[in-house]
């Protein structure tokens, strides 16, 4: 899962640039039957609790021991960075 900045009302007829802000990586199966437990219907959309993501995140914050970047590969994504 890769994700953005958070789109706003204003941002309708806008373009905005693409830029990767945080990466997200989640074990699929581990995810899956935590949402069947829940009754959560799976798909498109499917709830995801903010835990799970945090617990997912690999960039820019490495939270997940599953995969750590390396040097080089956090630095291809800072380049999708907005500079000011």
């Known amino acids: 899962m890769l994700s953005g900045p958070k789109a706003t009302s204003s941002d309708d007829r806008t373009l905005r640039p693409w830029r990767i802000d945080q990466v997200y990586l989640f074990d699929a199966k581990a995810l899956l039957a935590e949402q069947r437990g829940r009754g959560v219907k799976t798909g498109v ?3 995801v609790r903010e835990a799970q993501w945090l617990a997912a995140e690999i960039y820019p914050t ?8 390396t040097d080089q590969q956090r630095e291809a994504l800072n380049s999708f960075t907005l500079r000011a």
Not at 62 to 69: E, F, I, K, S
């Open 45 to 47: 959309a499917a709830g």
């Open 62 to 69: 490495p939270r997940r021991q599953a995969l750590v970047l």
